[in-house]
């Protein structure tokens, strides 16, 4: 009986569990001086392990998170008492600038598993909102996505009800919040060439442009919306998050009619704050990885030319690789292009273009006349819809060189009939021994060669020899 009565004792005290959630409370105090400090409270329930917290970014405030307090309470599931943990996370906002503001979406990770808090209350009327729309969720390491930033107003307020922010002019007088779009610690972002945007506005610190769509059905509600695009490129596998954007506006409700312009009665400023994006990164594969792979992730096409086709040992041989890029991709880092042996690579130049065409330039000059063509050039890529590496070449480069023979041909016809001297199996080596008619002669102390006959004083080494 009294076991029983144990039971139902602690089942009354028990609370009901839901599925784990995350609540924000705040901030407190509501109102704080340029300097001064409020706190949200981030309250999470149901988190078997310690959560963490990704803040997101907020012009003109500075955001921080204390240590988390966690306890545990008991609670009822699934017909039993569990226990049930908590935790709590005081988030700190100093203000740096006047205005209204309100927390956007807070990250909460546990493991694997994401997690975005509500935004706090927004102030002011519901017309307005903003958001991040990426096209992918998930992606691989290095594959480029887009990412569009949208904001705007209810129909008709935009025109009739706005007020500037700022004594510059401008065709919107709001501020766009998006700190990420200056730089992200997981990717690369970079704007895209829009010629119709032209619509400026208030861009964090800075002036920006947007393109304006008028006529928008949103929640069956006709909005005129303002949008930019940016490209995106993922420099880290795991969970990437492009923060949520905050739109802050001024507006009236009553107006004062001028000699020359309307003045407004009242004055009111606002804050809209949309939701961030969580985009899964992928990392790339390493079954299959070849060694030639240099970062490229997408599709791709490569072409080789070189000129001029005939020309004399010591003469220059300007080979130029072009790699288109098939779509929206990702160049990577220049890659090892080899030209082939008896070529000496004076110089190269590597250019990638606003669309992703890479074009290398290579300078070189045949080292002996046994040089016969440009070798293939191989290029390797990680094809991210076939979730595979791809590898191509380019046609060998017919080349007709005039010169004395290279090492091997030349010594095997001086030691023709001679069984002590065997022939030089030496490879050339660009920029080792390839220079023209010079040659190591015999093995050195330092593992290089020993010289024999006149040194070449511009060279200041000593195991090189005139042929």
């Known amino acids: 009986m009294s076991g029983l009565l144990a039971i139902v004792v602690a089942a009354g005290l028990a ?17 704080v001086a340029v300097g001064e ?15 963490s917290l990704v803040l997101p970014e907020v012009v003109g405030l500075e955001l921080d998170a204390g240590p988390p307090r966690r306890d ?14 908590r935790s709590a996370i005081d988030v700190r906002a100093t203000a740096s600038a006047e205005g209204r503001f309100v927390l ?61 922010l700022f004594p510059r002019r401008l065709d919107v007088p709001v501020q766009l919040g ?14 895209i060439d829009d010629g119709d945007a032209r619509t400026t506005f208030a861009l964090d610190d800075r002036a920006g442009t947007a393109r304006r769509v008028d006529g928008v059905l949103r929640d069956g509600r006709r909005f005129t919306v303002l949008e930019l695009e940016r490209r995106v490129v993922p420099t880290a596998s ?24 309307r003045t407004p009665a009242d004055r009111h400023e606002a804050v809209a704050a949309g939701a961030p994006a969580l985009v899964r990164v992928r990392p790339l594969p390493d079954d299959g990885r070849p060694s030639a792979f240099a970062g490229a992730v997408g599709r791709f096409t490569i072409v080789a030319t070189a000129e001029p086709r005939a020309l004399s040992v010591g003469e220059t041989l300007r080979v130029v690789v072009t790699i288109d890029a098939v779509g929206d991709v990702e160049p990577g880092a220049p890659p090892p292009l080899a030209l082939g042996d008896g070529l000496h690579v004076l110089g190269r130049r590597d250019e990638v273009d606003d669309v992703g065409r890479r074009t290398v330039t290579i300078d070189a000059t045949p080292t002996h006349g046994d040089v016969d063509a440009v070798e293939a050039i191989g290029f390797a890529w990680f094809d991210p819809e076939a979730a595979a590496y791809r590898t191509v070449e380019t046609p060998p480069i017919p080349l007709a060189v005039e010169g004395p023979p290279g090492p091997v041909a030349a010594e095997t016809e001086a030691g023709a009939g001679a069984a002590s001297e065997p022939p030089s199996t030496v490879r050339a080596i660009p920029g080792v021994n390839d220079l023209v008619d010079v040659r190591p002669v015999g ?5 290089l060669a020993e010289a024999a006959g006149t040194i070449l004083p511009s060279l200041h080494r000593s195991w090189w020899t005139g042929a």
């Open 238 to 261: 795991g969970a990437l998050v492009l923060g949520a954007p905050t739109l802050r506006y001024a507006y009236a409700t009553a107006f004062r009619e001028g000699l020359f312009e």
């Open 37 to 51: 400090t409020a706190t949200w409270t981030v309250r999470l329930e149901g988190f078997e392990s310690r959560p």
């Open 15 to 31: 609370l009901l569990a839901e599925e784990p959630r995350v609540v924000v409370l705040g901030p407190a105090p509501p109102v």
């Open 443 to 447: 093995p050195s102390s330092d593992g």
């Open 178 to 191: 998006v700190p990420w779009l200056a730089g992200h610690p997981d990717a690369r972002v970079a704007a």
């Open 104 to 164: 956007p979406p807070v990250l909460v990770g546990d493991g694997d598993v994401a997690w975005f808090t509500e935004p706090s209350a927004p102030a002011g009327p519901d017309v307005a909102f903003c958001e991040v729309v990426t096209a992918r969720e998930e992606v691989f390491l290095g594959e480029p996505f887009r990412a569009t930033i949208r904001f705007g107003f209810a129909d008709g307020f935009l025109d009739s009800s706005l007020v500037p």
């Open 72 to 85: 545990e309470v008991r609670a009822l599931r699934d017909g039993a008492v569990v226990p049930w943990p």
